[in-house]
């Protein structure tokens, strides 16, 4: 089992940053496929970025160029920077870890981005 904890939601207004983080129970954290989902009220859940246990990277189209995610092994952390924040980025932001083809999700943490 493994256990996924957000932090670092909350209001910003447009053109802000934030960081979240999403620290991850197990002692096998270095190969776990890690991505950042969200979901807006009445839309799909979507993948926002992901994270390969190499290293490699991917993002939606939305959001390349001004997100960013990252993952400490040693501190079986990933992390989501987002920068130039729009008021469409609004939403619920999911961490999820992937392995031995099972899905594992975290309680969600809020970004609100408005004046």
């Known amino acids: 089992q493994v256990q996924l904890v957000e932090s670092g939601g909350g209001l910003v207004q447009p053109g802000g940053s934030l960081r979240l983080s999403c620290a991850a129970s197990?002692?096998?954290?270095?190969?776990?496929?890690m991505g950042w989902y969200r979901q807006a009220p009445g839309k799909q859940r979507e993948l926002v970025a992901g994270?390969?246990?190499?290293?490699?990277?991917n993002y939606a189209g939305s959001v390349k160029g001004r997100f960013t995610i990252s993952r400490d092994n040693a501190k079986n952390t990933v992390y989501l920077q987002m920068n130039s924040l729009k008021p469409e980025d609004t939403a619920v932001y999911y961490c999820?870890?992937?392995?031995?083809?099972?899905?594992?999700w975290g309680q969600g943490t809020q970004v609100t981005v408005s004046l």
């Open positions: 994270i390969l246990t190499g290293g490699s990277t």
């Open positions: 197990g002692s096998i954290f270095s190969i776990y496929t």
């Open positions: 999820n870890a992937f392995i031995r083809s099972t899905h594992y």
